[in-house]
DNA sequence: TATTTTCGTGCAATCGATTGTATTTTGTTA
DNA sequence: TAACAAAATACAATCGATTGCACGAAAATA
């Protein structure tokens, strides 16, 4: 199994007699190379069945065609969906997207990223982890002048374009669901507010208890991770406290889930006795036992929207114009059994 | 924002007065440099902050330190699980590990191999997608002499290493144990038996029935796409040919999650009229509210060896020896709800 | 036919780091 | 102190593609 010999443009030079820089030109269509010998360079090319050396030539442009993506994890279908919608824009263009995740761990986050840096990608995407609080590796990107895009979660930094979900509308919309199935002590399990998507989504919530002139109990508010283990936690901790309450807003499916499995397993009836509502529309959720209502994000169309973004930014690089751009879509509830108390309202 | 002007090793070697030849041997601490030029070299390329440039590295010396993942999806958790993994044992030794999906779809795969090389990365890890019969794109790697290793899903190719697991003692176990529980009439919702790992599930699922001299009924057996809408499409499919059945095993947890919705809402009871098993361990079978019984499959360990195999490799590289390794991890039945008949076991 | 313009090509530098082969400097020994 | 070995450093080619500049030949113009 000997390495192939790789053809470079010089092996195409020295078969037809002429120098490199012609077939460069040739293979790059310059109107600089008659067209006999562009034809001719462009047959041998095939022949030799020649690959253009992209080290090269990124050495030499500057640009490699590769742009990062940085997850939390890429196994939830929200992270999954956007890097699909990124591909779908980015491909087509010549673009090769390189994946990575941060685990949910800031040093992981801060690593990938010196990676992608080293390996000279055209462009980052970042949705930041729940751990980051440091913005040292991020601003370092923006700072090397590498073009930089955050989705879904951001953090505010000047001149940093960003496409994010209205969490404050779709945590309103979810609450005032739950308010009109006739839910008066509406449980929030929310995450961490260092992450303004949980912060918007709990002030959401908030605001649609004021709204509807229903009285905030702090004793009904928590803040866990998005884990299923936390949702089961989560729900033990309100029991074991005797808070009243019921019906949860979950700002994660995973929670949702954990706390639906803790109340069934104490014999709660949901939707009558307990209505609950999750947060991203994880594919899980249509199927269970008892669908989940939750706010759907549009995931892909939010990665092709970042691509975009990213795309119009590197047309702009060379002017010395900066230009921030700030993209916010509208999230849509799904009313499935678990909140539906009074029957579906289709 | 202007770019950041790169540092390399001719600012070192201008700003010391020395050779940038001198420079690049300090900084990989070659012996034919004095000490004091190191310690010099060192604290300069510090002060100026120089990174390596790694395209120009990897264009001298034809490592890139990437590697390239290919897996039909990323989303589901047990390729998530096999891709971290390998981000595990190779990360600490320097590489970065490139994520590609093929969606299941054999010209994506193609096209995503083609990249990889085209950004020169040091090895592949390939599980096949479903529609991957032809597998020229595949052979090229191999031809191009870059390491590669299947991993799950594999394609017989002589010279190239594969990681997978027992599919077929993993099948039977499942089917025993249902045979165990008291079910007679199992079916068997498998995949594409274009795929080995469901030609082996479905060896193991008719070898248990044989070896408990249960009369196999091709009529209990179909094939099936693994989502969930394939899963209730199959039990709608049985009932409409009414098929008998008193348990369903099934190749793929989402087809499971299905099924189970479907005989649900048809009023079946799980697991006393209908013994239901799949197979992969996905997060969401334990926190069912019927929890699923499954077959794990060590994903993580998986992507372990794989990388482990890997380096294996390229560490013989130079050596024109030509090793071929076939690794075969042993899987494990998660026994839960769905098929305890006859009460825990434990 | 002489002069200018256009066209097609080649030369050589460049991107940044590595490395075999000089060459210089230092140190050792007679 | 001359002669030589050893150590430290410099020179220059290399990886493969691109591109500004120069040059010669052909074509257009006077």
């Known amino acids: 199994m000997r390495q192939k010999e790789k053809v470079t443009i010089y092996d195409i030079s020295k078969k037809l007699n002429i120098s490199a820089a012609t077939v460069s030109r040739a ?5 600089r190379v008659s067209l006999k010998t562009k034809e001719l360079v462009l047959k041998t090319a095939k022949d030799l069945n020649y690959q253009q050396n992209t080290l090269a030539l990124a050495l030499k442009s500057g640009r490699t065609f590769n742009v990062g ?8 279908t929200f992270f999954a969906s956007v890097i699909r919608g990124i591909e779908e824009e980015l491909e087509p263009k010549g673009y090769h997207v390189i ?6 761990n800031v040093e992981n986050e801060a690593k990938q990223i010196k990676a992608l840096l080293n390996t000279h ?7 930041v982890s729940k751990t980051t609080e440091d913005i040292k590796h991020i601003e370092a990107v923006r700072d090397e002048g590498v073009p930089l895009i955050f989705f879904d979660r951001k953090k505010d930094i000047s001149g940093v374009s960003s496409v994010t979900i209205n969490d404050y509308e779709g945590a309103f919309a979810a609450t005032e669901h739950l308010i009109k199935q006739g839910y008066t002590k509406i449980a929030h399990i929310g995450g961490d507010p260092k992450l303004q998507i949980y912060k918007h989504r709990y002030d959401g919530y908030i605001a649609a208890l004021k709204v509807n002139n229903i009285t905030v109990d702090e004793s009904r508010i928590l803040e866990v991770s998005s884990t299923v283990e936390a949702g089961i936690a989560a729900v033990q901790d309100l029991l074991n406290k005797k808070t009243e309450f019921d019906a949860i ?6 929670v949702a889930l954990g706390a639906m499995r803790e109340l069934r397993s104490r014999d709660f009836k949901i939707p009558q006795d307990v209505g609950i509502v999750g947060f991203s529309n994880e594919p899980f959720t249509k199927y269970l036992e008892r669908p989940l209502t939750t706010v759907g994000q549009t995931p892909v169309l939010m990665g092709q929207i970042a691509a975009q973004v990213f795309l119009e930014q590197i047309k702009e690089k060379n002017k010395s114009v900066q230009v921030e ?13 678990t909140s539906l108390k009074k029957g ?3």
Chains 1, 2 share one sequence.
């Open 121 to 127: 990608i055209d462009g980052i995407f970042i949705s």
């Open 325 to 337: 751009k700030r993209v916010v879509l509208m999230p849509e509830l799904y009313e499935r059994e």
């Open 69 to 76: 993506v940085v997850v939390p994890y890429i196994n939830h």
């Open 249 to 254: 807003f979950s700002a994660s499916d995973y």
């Open 344 to 346: 579906s309202t289709h």
């Open 27 to 31: 293979l790059n269509n310059s109107n």
């Open 99 to 104: 994946i990575c995740q941060s685990h949910e």
